[in-house]
């Protein structure tokens, strides 16, 4: 398990172009595939393909000694099997290979009553959602037990990131930003866990180093950033052009347009992720990460809302 040959599938997403991004500045030599180079990473190779065939994900995967599973589906299209058949395609592929897939967990495996949310905790889905993510991950560590793969699991808070189409600075909190509105997703006094891709990136690769001294099966939990919705909206007020006035978030106009559309009535379902605190802590992904990962929170709110504002004044819109 020495080599440094990753593939990266899903690389347009937002977790796959973080891990490309990740691994290429760690020094790997970084493969991607997806249905067309959306995002190129400079200095990586690219291949075209359907992720849905084993086929084409066993070519893609031949030289890697990592995987990193970066596909998803549209948020509304998790259900009827359809993750747990496109976790089996990577299975499949990666079959009596031995090499280390790493997998993005999340925080919805947990319930709304779970404050501090450790690796050891028990798992105890709050809605539907959170129980295909525990199917999925127990596809992992079946897979695991069998000797086929490592399986390593890396959970994270909300993604964000500049540039990150379809995020929550730009499909939510900044989506009315031209009238000066900057909208916090929950009380200004609660915390919630967030994670800066390009420190997901980071942290993905350096878990991938260090693979040869962990077991087959792993599950790590990425603290992130852990702040109040105050101090992201101070940071996000901080780093516009433009004055901004928090508001609070009107759930109630999701509620209702997922009367017509499916991904914002399964967005308002997970609202208890935003309205009730739950902190990701793992000392020992801290210490096996060491320092360098995480990028001050300042920083990385500033970068982000630079992208969304833009250089020509105009918001990309779309949600994480």
């Excluded at 000797?147 to 499909?171: M, N």
């Excluded at 866990?193 to 939990?221: I, K």
């Excluded at 940071?235 to 559309?261: C, N, T």
Aim: glycine fraction near 12%; charged fraction near 20%.
């Amino acid at each position: 398990m020495s080599g440094r040959n990753v593939t990266v599938l899903g690389s347009n997403g937002h977790l796959g172009h973080a891990a490309m991004v990740g691994f290429a500045e760690a020094g790997w030599t970084v493969t991607g595939l997806g249905r067309s180079n959306r995002k190129p990473v400079a200095g990586t190779r690219f291949l075209a393909g359907d992720a849905n065939d084993v086929a084409v994900v066993r070519a893609a995967i031949a030289g890697a000694d990592v995987v990193v599973q970066g596909l998803h589906l549209r948020y509304d299209q998790w259900g009827n099997g359809r993750a747990e058949a496109q976790l089996q395609v990577v299975l499949d592929a990666m079959a009596g290979s031995g090499k280390t897939l790493l997998f993005p967990g999340t925080i919805y495996n947990y319930s709304a009553g779970d404050r501090v949310v450790s690796p050891q905790l028990r798992q105890q889905a709050e809605k539907p959602r959170g129980e295909i993510r525990i199917r999925l991950e127990r596809m992992l560590a079946e897979a695991a037990a069998a000797g086929d793969i490592q399986a390593i699991i890396v959970r994270a808070g909300d993604f964000y990131a500049p540039g990150d189409q379809g995020g929550w600075f730009e499909q939510a909190m900044l989506m009315n930003w031209r009238r000066g509105k900057v909208y916090h997703l929950a009380d200004r006094n609660l915390r919630h866990s967030w994670a800066y891709l390009p420190d997901l990136g980071r942290a993905f690769a350096r878990v991938a180093e260090r693979r040869e001294t962990l077991g087959p099966f792993e599950n790590f939990h990425f603290a992130g950033h852990w702040v109040s919705h105050g101090q992201l909206m101070a940071a996000i007020q901080a780093a516009a052009p433009k004055p901004l006035k928090p508001s609070p978030m009107p759930w109630w106009l999701l509620r209702a347009m997922g009367l017509f559309d499916p991904v914002m009535r399964d967005i308002f379902e997970m609202r208890y992720l935003w309205t009730h605190e739950m902190e990701l802590v793992d000392p020992r992904l801290d210490a096996l990460l060491g320092p360098g990962v995480l990028t001050p929170f300042e920083t990385a709110v500033g970068e982000t809302v630079g992208t969304v504002f833009g250089s020509q004044g105009t918001v990309k819109v779309d949600a994480a």
